[in-house]
């Protein structure tokens, strides 16, 4: 059931994109603000407490949701999937963000294109060159597609295995979303957030995309060019300051053949600082930091058309095995 759940849901998500302005990201917002404001109070134990009202309890009412329905009816269970993987898996959440800069790339409006990129990832991209917009486009779509896409189906995977149905999608996200947020909150709304806290959620979540980062790696070596993609991934990978991020966008470089890492664009810090707009699910800053680059051609036009091939080749790669894997259990 797995496997249809993951196939309806992207489906759904093609034919009618989800927009960052619904209500369901607005509550989310307001629901990590909520459990922020009322539980930390700067001791460990209390970002211990915010994270688990943050992340864990979401995903486990969503885990006895699923339980009681899929006792009364399979089918309401698989709607039931489908509609959480809705909320939480897919590309076109960021992908307008993506095709609306390669767009105004290809007509030659690169002052355009720096503003898209500075709207997308609140980052001053005013005196960034062509090849730089490219990098730092590549490197945010490589990691928005393993956030949104890859570790999703992975914790999806994962606990829907064991009887809990779409609550590792829950699981994933919302630690994911919490990361960003906490780590970013005192420059994007002013309010201060305890070092405590932003340090637990950065480092629960990145526990929680070991494996799928190191997957998703995989993937990409096994869809492109796999030599040079794991060369990349065992030399390169230290480079990024995270570690996750350095297994992903060191093995994607090997197997595009083209270079990444480097520079963060400047005044960042800054730039967050000015946001003033309601933020929703996408729009807090990710800054991606490496200590140097990749082997590889500089980037150009044509590596957004194949980063575009990797991703979806890669889905089609995890969509065959997880459905050998399903049809394997109904014979077994």
Known sequence: MSFFAVLFALLAEQLKPLSNLNPIHHGLVGWVRWAGRNFDAGDEVHAKVVWGVTVVAPAVLVALVYVLIDRYSTVLALLFDVAILYFTLGFRQFSHHFTAIRDALEQGREDRARELLAHWQNLDA????????????????????????????????????????????????????????????????????HDRLMGLSQTLFSWLDHVPARLTAFGFAVVGNFEDAVDAWRRHAVLWVRANEGTILSAASGALGVRLGGQVAPSVAEQ?????????????????????????????????????????????????????????????
């Open 126 to 193: 005013s005196e960034l060159p062509r090849t730089e917009i490219l990098r730092h486009v590549l490197e945010y779509s490589l990691l928005a597609a393993h956030r949104h896409v890859f570790g999703v189906f992975f914790w999806f995977v994962a606990l829907s295995t064991v009887g809990l149905g779409p609550a590792g999608a829950v699981l994933y996200r919302m630690a994911e979303f919490a990361s960003r947020y906490w780590s970013y909150k005192s420059q994007v709304t002013g309010t201060p957030t």
């Open 272 to 332: 967050a600082r000015d946001v003033s707009r309601t933020m929703t699910q996408g729009d807090t800053p990710d800054v991606i930091q490496a200590q140097g680059s990749t082997f590889g051609a500089d980037p150009q036009p044509a590596h957004l058309r194949s980063v575009v091939g990797l991703i979806w080749r890669s889905v089609v790669l995890w969509m065959l095995l997880l459905a050998l894997l399903s049809l394997a259990n109904l014979i077994g």
